[in-house]
């Protein structure tokens, strides 16, 4: 009877304290778990701690399966997570109330045992409830366009918190993460996607993509920003793949095509898509066809806008003086600045997009296309040579401009224009063709005197070094070298080889360095002013004395005379000259050519006037030079008003009224000589087209030696890769080196398979 009546009566204390009938101060906790606590103290004695342990838990969760069943009959929205954050809230109270006493009573760990009852009892039983409750919440500030926690919300996420059991999912708090448990993400996401879902439906249509794409691109940057308020950072990305998945992965064919229509449209627009793109995982199955689009769009842009040679030349220039070159490779990097701005703009600088550009850029730059049709021997590398040797120059237009921009500067503005240019040049596959053309033009710079100083010439060259590689500008440093080489020569000999009469300048120079790089010599046996020949006899006499006597090898004299780039100042008189050429006569600039047909007409030893007649047959046979040379030659000088002929016989002869202006004539046309003609340039191109077969021949023997056995594609691989510092292998160029090897029974095809050498 007494064991009734005590659980009766704990029954009865029980049920005041987890049945929330009325408002309940702390102290009223306190004393029913008191007197709780003296019933099981007096009862004690008559029954095992355990056995009231287990009967208090089963009334806690008999009473918690009561609370459960009203809570499920409520109604799924705000009711039901108000209840349940008041009913959890008396709950804790209560159970924290009760712990104090009854551990004394049953044992240590009440208070977690009727926490685990609450989640086991309770919240599981109406998770599913509370979750769909609490996303019909975010649900309605979705629709407001707002991502404020919303009080209820915040409530429900510090009760899950506190509740906290051993093995739900870790709830930290003092972050905006919102409510969060194992049964809230899965339905958070599907409402996004619902939501999503209704605002783009009617965008889903042919013609409706770029719209679809804007609108997408809002709704899921809004859905971040709210899945940052309510979820934690690895469920916000479990939101954006799904996201991502859904609107985007699933469109892909569509947005890809629109993108490409976007590419010479809008920037916004385009940054949009690559923003959409980027939330796709695989990135590349997602990326790829954009940036392929974009390299696209680079290259055909590039070609189609690219200046005609009308628009670039400026006053109607020959082709070969390239004078143009300067506004093409201008256009160029302005292109590669606007394209370059893109990336950064559209796609952040991403180093596939920067792939892209290059690889667009470079298949712009390395067409037989870009200059057009009409002009393939304009490529690239020689306009790039071009632009070189114009900055390099300073008596051209772009030299001349720079030097009044930077009057104290001028070097480093030069050194800034080579390295905006060395852009384009590591986007140049034919990198060896554009050094030929540079050391073509370097040459006839440092011949004819007509190049900046050896300082800036050897800076460009360091830094042509990095993007060309070492081994293609090897020849033009030791070109370099050998001219500093041959200043020192010439000024050792100059005192001795001048005189009152004539001051004498040479150039002694390596023909290893120079002999491909200058114009052949049509006239080796031309007749010169004695004067001239006798300094280059004794001249002869003294190198070889030198070398002889010269404990270091000096190298051997052997003329080879360039009077194609040779250049005298002379002094002329004419007896009708009037005011200060009276005094002084004229200085007049001449070659050799002219120089020598003058000397026929004066007296060399005064340099006056003498009075004569001659035809150009006499002229030619008198001084051995062709007669083509001659009379282009006396085309020049009667411009100049020198020579006047007759025009009964043809003859030539002194003009005795010459009279101008100019007291300094310059007429030997050396500067003309500092481009190349067309047929040098072909000439060029053969050579390297030449020394390209000899690399790939010994790049074919040398991979054999390495490996004895080789199949026909591995070969042309290994053989390409080795190459392409310098230039592209062409497979003909390819198939015509084994075809020789093979000829010349340096390698040989196997007998089992004709692929494999």
Not at 263 to 289: N, T
Request: aromatic share 8%; glycine share 6%.
């Amino acid at each position: 009877m007494a064991d009734v009546l005590f659980w009766s009566d704990l029954r009865q204390r029980l049920d005041g304290v987890l049945v929330e009938q009325q408002a309940m101060s702390i102290s009223d906790y306190l004393s029913i778990g008191n007197a709780v606590s003296q019933h099981v103290q007096r009862a004690k004695a008559g029954m095992a701690a355990e056995e009231v342990r287990q009967w208090v838990a089963a009334y806690v969760n008999g009473h918690l399966g009561v609370v459960a069943q009203r809570m499920q009959q409520l109604e799924r929205g705000a009711p039901l997570i108000a209840a349940y954050v008041a009913q959890w809230q008396h709950f804790a109270q209560a159970s924290q109330a009760l712990s104090g006493s009854l551990s004394r009573a049953v044992g240590s760990g009440m208070h977690e045992a009727m926490v685990q009852a609450w989640y086991t009892t309770v919240f599981q039983r109406i998770a599913t409830s509370i979750a769909a409750a609490a996303v019909a919440l975010v649900d309605e500030v979705r629709k407001g366009g707002g991502v404020d926690d919303p009080q209820l919300l915040s409530t429900l996420h510090g009760t899950l918190a506190e509740l906290r059991p051993a093995h739900a999912p870790e709830l930290p708090g003092g972050k905006p993460l919102g409510v969060y448990f194992a049964w809230y993400l899965e339905p958070y996401v599907w409402a996004a996607v619902r939501h999503i879902d209704s605002c783009t439906r009617h965008l889903r249509t042919p013609g409706s993509t770029r719209e679809y794409i804007r609108a997408v691109t809002r709704l899921l940057d809004d859905e971040e920003r709210r899945g940052a308020a309510y979820l934690r950072a690895e469920s916000v990305d479990d939101l954006r793949c799904v996201l991502a998945q859904r609107f985007v992965a699933g469109n892909l064919a569509a947005i890809h095509a629109e993108a490409a229509r976007m590419l010479g449209s809008s920037q916004e627009d385009l940054r949009s898509v690559f923003c959409l793109l980027r939330r796709v995982p695989a990135d590349r199955a997602a990326m790829q066809p954009l940036r392929d689009a974009f390299k696209a769009y680079v290259a055909e842009h590039t070609l189609a806008a690219m200046p005609s040679l009308v628009e670039l030349n400026p006053g109607d220039a020959s082709v070969s003086s390239l004078a143009f070159a300067r506004n093409a490779v201008d256009w160029l990097l302005a292109e590669l600045g606007r394209r370059q701005e893109m990336t950064l703009r559209c796609f952040d600088d991403e180093p596939g997009f920067r792939a892209s550009l290059d690889a667009g850029l470079r298949e712009a730059i390395n067409s037989g296309r870009l200059m057009g049709p009409d002009h393939p021997q304009l490529q690239a590398p020689r306009l790039l040579a071009g632009y070189f040797g114009l900055l390099l120059q300073p008596d051209s237009a772009l030299a001349q401009e720079l030097a009044a921009a930077h009057p104290t500067g001028f070097e480093n503005a030069v050194e800034s224009r080579v390295r905006d240019a060395l852009q384009l040049c590591e986007l140049v596959s034919s990198k060896d063709r554009l050094m030929r053309h540079y050391k073509s033009l370097l040459a006839r710079r440092l011949i004819t005197d007509s190049g900046s100083n050896a300082d800036l010439e050897s800076a460009v060259v360091n830094m042509l070094a990095q993007p060309m590689g070492f081994e293609n500008t090897l020849q033009v440093s030791n070109m370099l070298t050998d001219i500093s080489l041959s200043q020192d020569f010439s000024a050792q000999y100059r005192p001795i080889l001048s005189s009152a009469s004539m001051d004498v300048a040479v150039k002694i120079l390596g023909s290893r360095w120079w002999s491909e790089n200058l114009i052949s010599e049509s006239s080796p046996g031309l007749i010169v002013p004695q004067q001239v020949s006798a300094a280059c006899d004794r001249l002869s006499e003294l190198y070889a004395a030198g070398r002889n006597n010269a404990s270091s090898g000096r190298r051997k004299l052997q003329w080879q005379w360039q009077w194609s780039y040779s250049k005298a100042t002379i002094q002329l008189y004419f007896p009708h000259s009037v005011g200060r050429a009276a005094q002084t006569g004229y200085t007049i600039i001449a070659n050799a050519y002219q120089l020598s047909i003058l000397a026929l007409f004066t007296d060399m030893s005064c340099l006056g006037f003498a009075s004569r007649q001659l035809t150009p047959d006499v002229i030619s046979r008198s001084i051995k030079l062709d007669l083509a040379t001659v009379n282009m030659e006396l085309a020049v000088l009667m411009r100049a008003g020198l020579l006047v002929t007759d025009s009964g016989s043809g003859a030539v002869m002194m003009n005795s009224s010459f009279n101008s202006r100019r007291l300094r004539i310059d007429i030997s046309g050396i500067k003309r000589k500092c481009q190349e003609s067309v047929a040098e340039t072909r000439e060029i191109d053969t050579r390297v087209d030449m020394h390209r077969f000899g690399l790939v021949k010994a790049a074919i023997v040398d991979a054999l030696k390495r490996r004895s056995r080789m199949h026909h594609k591995d070969l042309l691989e290994l053989v390409t890769v080795k190459c392409s510092r310098t230039f592209v292998v062409d497979r003909t160029v390819f198939k015509s080196a084994i075809g020789f090897l093979t000829e010349e029974e340096y390698i040989c095809k196997s007998k089992d398979d004709f692929n494999v050498y």
